[in-house]
């Protein structure tokens, strides 16, 4: 039974392979999007428990879909990691101003993403958890 | 409050003391009592008040002269202040003239300045002098040498020099202005009366100097007068240094403002370089790493064969990924740390694209993409960096075939003129958006990030395209619809222009140099002569080259012509031009060369207002036929143009801008030279052939031949793609032509406001004008842009029209096949009375029936770009 799902938002076919590999290992059930548009369709049917999130994406970018996920009584609770290249200290300010819970620069190791996925959502939905 | 005045007169003195006398004997009269009343009483006391009068008069008088001189003084301050407040020289100038003229009482007001760093004093301002006065003292300038000669000590007032009229000296004085004063009485001033104040600076040296003449009160100047003027002049000094320091200043400022700007825009670019460029590494090592962390995580034993196989192939592929990218990085470094290395040779473009296709076809094929290559002209040679070429066709072509999904087409085109190869690469794929067509050759534009995933590429190898193109002098650019396809242009000439060699050390301003610089350039390119020499006349009258095409610099260096000697030095003292074919006569003189190809010379002065200021030199015509009688005549209506600009160029800066539009106008004029004599050199010919046909003398046809050399100046304004490449016109772009009519116009205006002296030139000039504004004028009056009809459009135009749609023909064109003579002319005749005078066009086809046209080459030849 899958720890939990989580949604992986990333235009770069490698990263979601990859991420869908580490995620699965560890047990968890992974969805996957390639652009924000797609990312909220995914977000509001599928109602993951955590959503992994690229910011340099074509057409809406990792910070509006954050925006408008975080904006939506049915996406608003659901926890957001943003993953980037970016990775200035304005451009993390800009991740928490638009509601991310937590933001990872890239190159990052999958091992630590798991772990700080593990952590997030043992704090938030112990109960998820165990269903 | 007593101020001490000069000091009382004499008269004022003796009236002082008669009346202290007078008080005294008053006094001793009353003294010794009433009983001395009587007659001579009577008298002194009538005396006395008669002496009360006068003095009080005096003292009237003196109290008037003093409020005047205190108005005066007050006026001058006032000037003064508003002098030291203004900046602007030229403004400056003209109000220290005016001011004295108003304020100090001299008519006349010479105000020279001498050149900064130069030994000569240019008139900078007038006042009191008509506009041919001007110009007559505007032409002379004053040596400082010179004019420090006629200081003497003799004319010494105060710090300045008054030479009167009956000084000996004053008839060594050269003749500058003598003004109309009339009959003089001995005192006065008369007209030959010279007063000179210097302007010294801090430093002792000598500014300039102003010259007053004509007083209003018709007086030689009192020392009053003088100190006035030198206080003044103290100022003026003060004012003018500052204005000049303004204007360095405020050169200077906007250079650094300039300089500022780029490197601001250097930061920007340096910053989005960086930014990008780091962004574009941790993509493919994202995936690296991401991949590496999991295999080790996992453990690669534990891991299914095929995933290992997967993911080490994943890392494999990005690690090369960011290879490449760290390659294009260092190419552009490459490429920007300078192409010293490469060469340029004779390289054929088809031939690279040819071996470039055998390269991509492999790729083409994998893709399902149809690589097609089009050679439209025999000859693509061109001069060339062979490596360079073969990178700039590669990445396009490449571009190309990666942008066009399966099933399309890419097509290497190359063709060209005979002065430039073009290599088109056009694609059916995806085409590139609006916004981003301008960008896309900057560095590191990309048009859309997620697209470099997919095609992976870096930004970077277009910017190297465009480096390559204009590091050969060539230009690129890129039309596409997006959906459609896209076709990348790219232009290339096909040899480096021949330069000039200006003369080191001349002491000639750079504005100069550079009128005799386009002027050789031009006299090269109309007369189509390998060698060209712009000579100037010396203190001793010998003659030196200052500027020269096909002769190199030690000759230009050391050739000097002794006065009157050889061709040139017959030429420059004669003052008339000289046109040889003989062998014996053609060595060029003093500059160690024997013999040329064909013999033929051409040698002609350089003249300005009846001043000479060197002579132009041409030979080695290219067309291997000696020069002619006719092209003395275009010779002599270009030196004509060039020495206008030289002398205007000699003047003072308050010149600078009509020499700078002409240096436009002559480059423009050059520029399209350049490319319509390419086009088609027998035009020329033919023109002066047709108009001698009509029975025009010789110096109408002359202007009609060279309005055939300038004649689609307009053009040049215009991109020349736009008429060139054969698609059919929009109404938007028949306007545009229509109005390069009147482009021309403007620009042979400006031809024609320098020199305004020159009144031969500008009815010459006018002449052409005239030509170019109504060459596509119909016979019937459906032409434009007057819709002028028969003999009212001018018969210069008439032939133009007639010899330009004949040349076109046998040429061909982008889009039309070459005609031969025959099928040409019937094509006119077809068009007489409607498009052309049916006059011109008989004289057209007995001009081409006396072989006026055989001076061209073959018309394949032109498109083969063999010929010139």
């Known amino acids: 039974m899958a720890k939990g799902k989580i949604l992986v938002v990333d235009d770069e076919i490698y990263i979601v392979h990859i991420l869908d590999f580490s995620l699965g290992m560890e047990g968890y059930e992974v969805i996957t999007a390639l652009d924000g548009e797609q990312a909220i369709e995914q977000a509001r049917k599928e109602k993951p428990d955590l959503i992994v999130l690229d910011i340099m994406m074509p057409k809406l970018d990792g910070y509006e879909t954050c925006k408008v996920l975080k904006a939506e009584k049915e996406t608003r609770d659901i926890p957001v990691i943003l993953l980037s290249a970016k990775g200035r200290n304005v451009d993390q300010k800009v991740g928490f101003e638009v509601g991310a819970d937590d933001y990872i620069t890239k190159p990052f190791s999958p091992r630590k993403l798991v772990e700080r996925i593990n952590s997030i959502l043992g704090q938030t939905n112990p109960q998820r958890m165990q269903a | 409050m007593r101020r001490r005045r000069k000091g009382p007169s004499d008269a004022e003195i003796k009236l002082r003391s008669d009346l202290r006398r007078a008080h005294h004997e008053i006094d001793k009269v009353r003294k010794e009592g009433e009983s ?4 001579p009483l009577a008298e002194r006391v009538q005396e006395l008040e008669r002496i009360k009068e006068r003095l009080s008069k005096l003292y009237f008088t003196q109290l008037d002269e003093n409020r005047r001189r205190a108005a005066r003084l007050h006026e001058i301050l006032r000037v003064l202040s508003e002098i030291n407040a203004d900046r602007e020289l030229e403004t400056l100038v003209d109000r220290i003239a005016r001011t004295i003229q108003d304020v100090l009482g001299f008519r006349i007001v010479l105000v020279r300045l001498r050149e900064p760093g130069g030994a000569r004093l240019q008139a900078v301002a007038f006042a009191g002098l008509g506009p041919s006065a001007q110009a007559t003292l505007g ?60 302007l010294v600076d801090g430093q002792g040296e000598l500014l300039g100097y102003f010259s007053v003449d004509d007083p209003v009160d018709r007086m030689v100047p009192s020392l009053e007068t ?244 204009e590091w050969h002098g060539g230009r690129i650019h890129a039309r596409s619809l997006p959906g459609e396809g896209s076709c990348f242009s790219v232009q290339l000439p096909r040899s480096s222009a021949p330069r000039v060699v200006l003369r ?56 000097r012509v002794p006065v009157g000697s050889g061709v040139a030095g017959w030429v420059a003292v004669n003052r008339r031009p000289v046109c040889t074919s003989r062998t014996e006569e053609s060595k060029v003189p003093g500059s160690g060369r024997a013999s040329y190809q064909t013999g033929t010379f051409l040698s002609v002065p350089l003249e300005a207002s009846g001043e000479l200021l060197g002579v132009l030199n041409v030979t080695e015509p290219k067309t291997e036929r000696a020069f002619l009688v006719e092209d003395c005549h275009l010779l002599l209506e270009l030196a004509e143009t060039i020495a206008h600009a030289w002398s205007a160029g000699l003047a003072t ?77 929009t109404p938007d772009r028949k306007q545009q032509i229509e109005r390069h009519v009147e482009l021309g116009d403007r620009v042979l205006e400006h031809l024609a406001t320098m020199g305004a002296e020159g009144v031969e030139l500008l009815e010459t000039m006018q002449g052409v004008r005239e030509i170019v504004m109504s060459h596509h004028e119909w016979w019937d009056g459906t032409g434009y842009p007057c819709g002028l009809a028969g003999t009212t459009i001018p018969v210069g135009a008439r032939v133009l029209a007639a010899v330009d749609a004949f040349e076109s023909l046998v040429a061909g064109r982008p889009h039309r096949r070459p005609e031969s003579a025959e099928t040409a002319l019937e094509v006119l005749f077809g068009l007489r009375d409607r498009q052309f005078d049916p006059d011109v066009v008989d004289a057209l086809q007995r001009a081409v029936a006396r072989g006026a046209w055989t001076h061209a080459p073959a018309a394949d030849d032109i498109v083969a770009g063999t010929g010139r």
């Not at chain 2, 001395?36 to 007659?39: A, E």
């Not at chain 2, 200081?151 to 050269?174: C, E, G, M, Q, T």
Request: with cysteine; aromatic share 4%; charged share 30%.
């Open chain 2, 36 to 39: 001395q009343v009587g007659h």
């Open chain 2, 139 to 198: 032409r002379q300038a004053v040596d400082v040498d010179d004019f420090l000669s006629w200081l003497r000590p003799d004319f010494k007032v105060s710090h300045s020099f008054f030479i009167s009229h009956r000084h000996p000296f004053s008839a060594l004085l050269p003749d500058g202005y003598v003004p109309e004063l009339g009959k003089r009485e001995p005192w006065e001033w008369h007209a030959e009366d010279v007063l000179l104040v210097p």
């Open chain 2, 226 to 469: 003088v100190e006035l003027l030198e206080v003044f002049a103290t100022h003026a000094v003060v004012a003018i240094e500052n204005a000049r320091l303004n204007r360095q200043i405020t050169r200077r400022t906007r250079e650094l403002e300039e300089a500022d700007e780029r490197m601001n825009e250097m930061e920007e670019l340096k910053t989005r370089f960086v930014s990008t460029v780091s962004h574009e590494l941790r993509t493919p090592l994202t995936a690296i790493r991401a991949y590496t962390d999991t295999l080790l995580a996992t453990g690669v034993d534990s891991l299914p064969p095929a995933k290992l196989q997967e993911f080490l192939q994943v890392v494999d592929e990005e690690a090369q990924r960011l290879t490449r990218l760290i390659e294009s990085v260092l190419d552009l470094r490459r490429f920007d740390a300078g192409n010293r290395r490469a060469r340029r040779v004779p390289v054929d473009l088809g031939e690279v694209v040819e071996e470039a296709a055998g390269v991509l076809q492999r790729t083409a094929e994998a893709r399902g993409v149809e690589l097609k290559v089009a050679r439209e002209l025999a000859d693509t040679c061109l001069d060339a960096d062979r490596d360079q070429l073969r990178q700039l066709v590669l990445h396009l072509g490449s571009n190309a075939v990666k942008f066009t999904p399966s099933g399309g087409q890419v097509t290497l085109r190359t063709g060209g003129r005979s002065d430039m190869v073009r290599l088109e690469v056009e694609d059916t794929g995806i085409g590139i958006p609006e916004h981003a067509i301008e960008k896309i050759f900057d560095r590191f534009y990309q048009v859309d990030s997620s697209l470099s995933r997919r095609h992976p590429g870096s930004g970077i190898g277009l910017a190297i395209c465009k480096s390559i193109a």
């Open chain 2, 504 to 559: 080191p050390d001349s002491g000639l301003s750079d504005s100069v140099r550079n009128v005799l610089r386009l002027g050789v350039e031009m006299v090269a390119e109309v007369l189509d002569a390998g060698a060209v020499s712009m000579m100037s006349v010396e203190e001793d009258g010998s003659l030196v080259i200052q500027a020269a095409l096909g002769l190199d610099l030690q000759v230009v260096r050391e050739a």
């Open chain 2, 653 to 729: 800066d308050a010149r600078q801008a009509q020499v700078d539009t002409t240096q436009q106008a002559l480059r423009t004029v050059l520029n399209h030279v350049r490319q319509s004599r390419r086009k088609a050199p027998g035009r020329v010919a033919l023109a002066r052939a047709v108009a001698l046909e009509l029975g025009l003398d010789p110096n109408d046809a002359s202007t009609v031949a060279f309005a055939a050399t300038l004649h689609d100046v307009g053009m040049t304004m215009i991109d020349p793609d736009l008429v060139e490449d054969g698609r059919p016109l």
